[in-house]
């Protein structure tokens, strides 16, 4: 097993963190070095990845292949793919229920807006005949308990 096939990533240590840099490989958990350069650090990584797998060949334990670690990233993103596609579902369902209450309530909104129109219409009419007209209504309304009839027509609302 070659050392050089497994990724190296290198960092900058902030002042806080001693500076220097820091070199680690993702496919071996724990494994690291360090150097004052990247090349040092690199280096010194070399050198903990063969530290790294002699300990863990004399602890029988296996060895990860170089490039594990993307491929665990790999699948990890496609669960997360998997996850926001689900849940990108289930919003348009909710949106698309939403929408539907929104709708039956603009009807009932419009139905409402509606009568409001013919009752203004039927009070002008009394206005107009200064009272006259006050039994027809009276008549109209106790007939249908209250329900006006609709009105044809366009009807504007103000929101």
Not at 70 to 94: T, Y
Not at 108 to 126: D, G
Request: glycine residues 8%; negative net charge; charged residues 30%.
């Amino acid at each position: 097993m070659k050392e050089n096939f497994y990724p190296i990533v290198v960092s900058a240590l902030t002042e806080e963190d001693g500076g220097g840099f820091v070199a680690y490989v993702p496919d071996l958990y724990g494994c690291m070095g360090d150097g004052a350069t990247p090349e040092e650090a690199v280096s010194d990584a070399r050198n903990a990845i063969i530290e790294w797998c002699a300990e863990m060949k004399r602890l029988g334990r296996d060895i990860p292949l170089p490039g594990s670690c993307q491929e665990q990233v790999r699948a990890e993103r496609s669960k997360i793919r998997g996850l926001i596609e689900a849940l990108v579902k289930e919003l348009r369902q909710v949106i698309d229920a939403q929408n539907r209450v929104i709708d039956a309530k603009d009807k009932e909104i419009e139905r409402l807006l509606s009568t409001i129109s013919v009752l203004q219409t039927e009070l002008r009419v009394l206005d107009d005949e200064g009272g006259a007209g006050a039994a027809r209504i009276v008549t109209w309304i106790r007939a249908d308990r209250g329900a006006a009839p609709v009105a044809s027509g366009p009807v504007t609302r103000r929101h």
